[in-house]
C-alpha cells in the first residue's frame, strides 16, 4: 500500500515535468556537469545516453574539478565568457543543498560567469541550491523536481534512481528539440 502510494505521488509529481524541461539554445555546444557523490554517479550512468541523445558531449566535473576549469579558463580571459556563454550547465544535487557545490556555483556568480541554459535536478525545488542560483526569469533554466519524497536511509536510492530518470527525460526532451532522434 506504500509503495503504491508512493509510487502515485512520483507520477503526480512528474505531471507537467515534461512540459517545464527547458529546452537548450541553438548556441549550446557542450554539456557541463557538476555533481557529487551519488548524484556524480547518476550522471555518469546516464552520460553516453545524453551525449548520444543531445549530439552534445558532457563534461562531468566534481566541484573541485570544476572550480579548477574555471580558473584555468579565467587565467584566459575573453574567450572565458564566451566558452561557458556557449555551454550549458547540468547541475545534479539530490539534496539541493551540497555545500561543495553551492561554493563552486557561488565562484561561477562572483566571476560573474552566465550559462546561457542552466539544469538543475534535485529532490527538493525549494532548495537553496534552486532558489539562489536558478532563477525562474530565464527562458532556458530549470528546475527538475526528482519528486521521490525524503530518503529513509544513508543509502541514496531512490534519490538516485530519481535523478537517473529526470537526467534521462531531460535528454530524451533536448534530443528530441534538437532533432537528434531517431
Not at 555551454?87 to 566571476?111: D, E, F, W, Y
Not at 537553496?128 to 526528482?146: E, K, Q, R, S, W
Amino acid at each position: 500500500q506504500q509503495q503504491a502510494t508512493a509510487w502515485h505521488a512520483w507520477q503526480a509529481s512528474l505531471e507537467g515535468v515534461i512540459d517545464q524541461l527547458a529546452p537548450l539554445s541553438n548556441t549550446s555546444q557542450l554539456i557541463l556537469s557538476l555533481a557529487e557523490g551519488s548524484s556524480r554517479h547518476a550522471v555518469a550512468i546516464a552520460a553516453p545516453f545524453l551525449e548520444a541523445w543531445t549530439q552534445l558531449p558532457l563534461r562531468l566535473h566534481t566541484p573541485n574539478s570544476f572550480d579548477v576549469h574555471l580558473w584555468m579558463h579565467a587565467q584566459l580571459g575573453d574567450s572565458f565568457s564566451s566558452f561557458f556563454r556557449h555551454s550549458a550547465l547540468l547541475v545534479v544535487s539530490q539534496s539541493g543543498k551540497t555545500a561543495s557545490v553551492a561554493h563552486s556555483l557561488a565562484n561561477l556568480q562572483q566571476q560573474q560567469v552566465h550559462f546561457k541554459d542552466k539544469v538543475l535536478v534535485t529532490n527538493h525545488p525549494e532548495s537553496m541550491l534552486a532558489n539562489d542560483y536558478f532563477p525562474a526569469t530565464g527562458t532556458h533554466h530549470c528546475v527538475l523536481p526528482i519528486g521521490v519524497g525524503n530518503e529513509l536511509a544513508i543509502a541514496a536510492t531512490k534519490t538516485f534512481s530519481g535523478s537517473l530518470l529526470a537526467l534521462m527525460l531531460w535528454g530524451l526532451s533536448v534530443g528530441q528539440q534538437r532533432q537528434c532522434l531517431w
